[in-house]
């Protein structure tokens, strides 16, 4: 028997977890001699209070979505995946190369291709510690890691010398074509007589990003390969025992990782740049580790906890322009979100058990 | 390359391969425990804002070398309950280090010093000077052997010959001590130490300790030796290179120097060279950054001998198993 009802299990420990980062996130905002609650007003109305605000929330979600997506389906085949950040950037070379080379007569068509291109990019780039991971047992953190920073030089090297337009000094791509401009929800929403901020950089990519989300729970939860996934996350030995190759589900899994990972350039190249630049990135992939832990790896969660970041992410943008508080007070809340829902878990839940074995044996 | 220019890039090679060397030592102690540790990166830099900082208010510079490895030791001790005590997960707690450090440095700093992140600069008595062993100045004229003398190994500060010093010493304790035999136990077989009557817990927060009292040390290094003060994320990946290291020299100390002269030679031709020209070939700056990762990645891979990593590495020890 559980020791704990499955709702407090999922809906319980996270809560409290996050209360606790709150609540010390709270005691270094004093520390620094700010006023939290103020701090926590001006988050809220400068990440919620307007269209605009919105519209940033939403644009950081669609990353951090992506790369929780992520990193919570190579968390379900226990593959610890640091290397978001790497995939994402080579995910955001695929999205510069398709909308570069290719002249598209529609964004529709762009879109689906350099999704494809990012993916492509993306899951190529997690493919080689997987690779090493299954087949020659080395260690997947250290590898994705060490291919973050593989992928940062490579990524400097190609714009530097291959992709800088001629006669520009900054390491960067040459601007997208008009056509390839993806709608942003002012556009889409202006048609059907929402008003939306024209400022945010908030654009369709959201929506595939939520796409994203239904087709992980679909795939995680809804097939045979998911299943397997789940197992061999579970129990490597019972999967083996269950005729599920290791090498398989790992290569799998990674690969669809990784592209997910890649796939966020369609949001921050494609939507909101409209060209690739050196760290294109800003941190996202890594945001994502945190995004999956809070959300327990499950698409819902993954998508309550990519929003919140968000609205972290452009409430803290508001604070570091509105107050002396700098931007990195979110590195800060990230690293105890992290910190607790990650690597004190037991802390939480080992009162909290004994709490819930007191309860039933007070019924019983 | 003549050789005047050789000694420079030897010596820079000395410079850059002091803080990887007290990381990576740092690693060493708390791998060899069975504690991973990705959070070195995390600890050298809130060591090296802790140190530039007091440093720069007191003027004493031995101050904030005390101030910058207390801070270490504090997360030291934070990845310590998060792995030993509440058993969690000792990579999303290394992760979790490594952030907490990033904001919290530039947080302080900006509210200690209002100058965008960053310390004030340190002057003299706030630095670690370099050292000038005897008769530098008189040998330095003699050929080949002079400046090889004064240029290269003296002129450092106290620190380099601490981490340098440190080698045999950390393998005198690994290799010569019983201390050293529980640890290196320990990471291999935990059950069978907890069944000799040894604590495990005890051990490995020892292990980890030591590892933040190093890492404390490196982060001083680099705010108060290597430069004159603390910038936003100065440490630059140091603490995942030393890892590499770490890797590459397979878990033992000497390995450890040498692997930590390598990467620091890496960083210095780097440094001093863009672009290396070899005939027609040219090898890009960015290709010389990322060779102490593809290194890692190589070794790791097992196609130049295969890096075991401590047995029990990884794994929370839970006694009633």
Known sequence: ?364 | MDFLTLIQVLDSTVRLATPLLLACLAGLFSERAGIFDIGLEGKMLMAAFFSAAVAATTGNVWLGLLAGIASSLVLSGLHGLASITFRGNQLISGVAINFLAAGMTVLIAQDWFQQGGRTPSLFSGGRFEPLSLPFADALADVPVLGPIYSELLSGHSVLVYLAFLAVPATAWILFGTRFGLRLRAVGENPAAVDTAGVSVVGLRYAAVMICGLLCGIAGAYLATALQAGFVKDMTAGRGFIALAALIFAKWRPWHALGACLLFGLLQAVALRFQNIEIGNFVIPVQMMDALPYILTVVILAGFVGKAVPPKAGGEPYVKER
Not at chain 1, 248 to 275: F, H, P, Y
């Open chain 1, 1 to 364: 028997m559980d020791k704990m009802p499955k709702w407090a299990d999922v809906v319980l420990i996270p809560l409290i977890s996050l209360v606790l980062a709150a609540i010390l996130s709270a005691l270094v905002i004093l520390g620094i001699g700010e006023d939290p609650i103020a701090a926590v007003k001006l988050m809220v109305s400068g990440a919620l209070g307007s269209t605009y605000g919105w519209g940033y929330t939403l644009y950081y979600a669609t990353n951090f979505l992506f790369t929780g997506l992520a990193v919570s389906v190579a968390f379900h085949a226990r593959l610890f995946n640091i290397g978001g950040e790497g995939q994402a950037m080579l995910g955001g070379l695929g999205v510069a190369l398709v909308c570069l080379y290719i002249p598209w007569p529609h964004w529709s068509l762009a879109l689906i291709f350099a999704s494809l291109g990012a993916a492509l990019f993306g899951a190529a780039w997690a493919a080689i510690p997987a690779y090493l991971q299954a087949k020659r047992g080395s260690h997947i953190v250290i590898t994705t890691i060490m291919f973050n920073f593989i992928a940062a030089a490579v990524l400097n090297y190609v714009l530097v010398n291959l992709l800088r337009p001629e006669g520009s000094m900054d390491p960067a791509t040459a601007r997208f074509a008009e056509a390839v401009h993806l709608p942003s929800l002012h556009e889409l929403l202006a048609p059907i007589g929402i008003e939306f901020s024209k400022a945010a950089p908030a654009n369709v990519s959201f929506l595939v990003a939520l796409a994203a989300c239904v087709a992980v729970w679909l795939l995680i939860w809804r097939t045979k390969l998911g299943y397997e996934i789940r197992a061999y996350g579970n129990s490597e030995y019972g999967a083996l025992y269950a005729g599920i190759s290791p090498v398989k589900i790992t290569m799998i899994a990674m690969l669809i990782s990784g592209g997910l990972a890649g796939m966020m350039a369609t949001n921050n190249v494609m939507g909101e740049a409209e060209r690739l630049v050196l760290n294109s990135t800003e941190g996202a992939g890594f945001i994502g580790i945190a995004v999956a832990l809070m959300g327990r790896s499950h698409p819902f969660g993954v998508f309550l906890a990519a929003i919140l970041f968000g609205f972290l992410y452009q409430g803290g943008a508001e604070l570091a322009l509105w107050t002396s508080i700098p931007r990195e007070l979110i590195v800060v809340i990230q690293a105890l979100v992290i910190l607790f829902t990650g690597a004190l878990d037991n802390m939480v839940r080992g009162p909290l058990e004994r709490i819930f074995l007191a309860l039933r044996r007070g019924k019983a």
